[in-house]
Structure formats: structure tokens, C-alpha cells
T-cell receptor, first 112, second 111 residues
Framework: DAGVIQSPRHEVTEMGQEVTLRCKPISGHNSLFWYRQTMMRGLELLIYFNNNVPIDDSGMPEDRFSAKMPNASFSTLKIQPSEPRDSAVYFC??????????FGPGTRLTVT | AQSVSQHNHHVILSEAASLELGCNYSYGGTVNLFWYVQYPGQHLQLLLKYFSGDPLVKGIKGFEAEFIKSKFSFNLRKPSVQWSDTAEYFCAVSGNNDMRFGAGTRLTVKP
């Protein structure tokens, strides 16, 4: 298996633009997690899904952020409009619920 | 929701020193416990995990962790650290339909 796949790996955008981050989980995994990591705030859980259903989105910072999982093999995290404080590394991880999470390589987002 | 506490924010050690990183969680039910490592510029990877059985768990690269149920703790240990162990270490807990990570402990090993 190729592991968790995230795209793009790097994204540079201007403030106010829409940003869409993509994730393909490992086949057979039924849980998917989105995290944000910065030096200031550390690793933050934004949202997670079980069987494509959002279970806890309490970590989503504000309404500018939204996440979807239309099927078991794809998820998106969208920021609209983006702001400079959204600059971070965004990780997607998948697992069989309750077991080890496998992390993707991350998307480094820079909002200027 | 359950929570995970890692008491040490930044630990600095010399090579060959022994390591112990603390992790406590707040949840009384059955839990699965994990330690992950994140090397500089990389993503998180699993070091070891505990589901049941022997409370002393051995992981990769000489790391081990001990589950003490009465103390709600799952501390990570290594008898002799190397410069290459410089990384950030995260404790995680899953249970009761929830999964949480601790804030992480940055380990710096001086050569």
C-alpha cells in the first residue's frame, strides 16, 4: 500500500483565496483524521470521520474551515477565505478505529 | 472528552543518558495507548502501542513504555538515548469512541 496520500505537498496562496487540501486514506481504514501543526499551537486535531461520517469537528477553528468525506477513499479540507494565520502543516491520518493512525506526509500551507 | 497530559514540554539530554517521558490520561474505561515520534521535518510515526496483556511494551529503536492502570499513566522510556533520537514525542489514547493526542514533548539530545 502507498500509505496515506496527501496533495498538494506545498501550497502558497494569497489571503482571501480558497484552499482545498486532499487526502486519500489507506484502503480498508474506516477512520480519517485532519490535523494542523504549527510551532505556536503544536498538533491540533481539527476533525475526524468514522465510516465517512464526521464524529467530532470541535477542533475546526471557525466557519472558514470545512471538511468532507464523500466516500471511503477521499476527503477534503477546505479553507475559504484563507488568512495568513492559517499557515501551517496540515496532516491527514487514517486508521482502523481505535488502532494506530497512519499519517500522510502533510501539506505545507503558506498564506501571504 | 478524555484528555492526555504530557508533563514535559522540552527535555534536553546528553547522549547515553536515560530517558523517561511522562504521559497521563483521564479516562476510566478501557483504553488503547500509543506513543508516536516525529523527527524534524517528517510526519508522525508509531513507536509502540498497548492494547492489553503485558503492561510493559517494547517498541522500535529500543523504546519501551509501561502502562500503570492505577496511575492512568503510560510513560515512555529508553535506557540510553542517541543523538538521532532528537525528535518530538506524542502520547495518544483511544477509547469510548474518542482519540486524543497529548501536546508533545520535544527531546533534544546533545552529542
Amino acid at each position: 500500500d502507498a500509505g496515506v496520500i496527501q496533495s498538494p505537498r506545498h501550497e502558497v496562496t494569497e489571503m482571501g483565496q480558497e484552499v482545498t487540501l486532499r487526502c486519500k486514506p489507506i484502503s480498508g481504514h474506516n477512520s480519517l483524521f485532519w490535523y494542523r501543526q504549527t510551532m505556536m499551537r503544536g498538533l491540533e486535531l481539527l476533525i475526524y470521520f468514522n465510516n465517512n461520517v464526521p464524529i467530532d469537528d470541535s477542533g475546526m477553528p471557525e466557519d472558514r474551515f470545512s471538511a468532507k468525506m464523500p466516500n471511503a477513499s477521499f476527503s477534503t479540507l477546505k479553507i475559504q477565505p484563507s488568512e495568513p494565520r492559517d499557515s501551517a502543516v496540515y496532516f491527514c491520518a487514517s486508521s482502523i478505529w481505535g488502532d494506530e493512525q497512519y499519517f500522510g506526509p502533510g501539506t505545507r500551507l503558506t498564506v501571504t | 472528552a478524555q484528555s492526555v497530559s504530557q508533563h514535559n514540554h522540552h527535555v534536553i539530554l546528553s547522549e547515553a543518558a536515560s530517558l523517561e517521558l511522562g504521559c497521563n490520561y483521564s479516562y476510566g474505561g478501557t483504553v488503547n495507548l500509543f506513543w508516536y515520534v516525529q523527527y524534524p521535518g517528517q510526519h508522525l510515526q508509531l513507536l509502540l502501542k498497548y492494547f492489553s496483556g503485558d503492561p510493559l511494551v517494547k517498541g522500535i529503536k529500543g523504546f519501551e513504555a509501561e502502562f500503570i492502570k492505577s496511575k492512568f499513566s503510560f510513560n515512555l522510556r529508553k535506557p540510553s538515548v542517541q543523538w538521532s533520537d532528537t525528535a518530538e514525542y506524542f502520547c495518544a489514547v483511544s477509547g469510548n469512541n474518542d482519540m486524543r493526542f497529548g501536546a508533545g514533548t520535544r527531546l533534544t539530545v546533545k552529542p
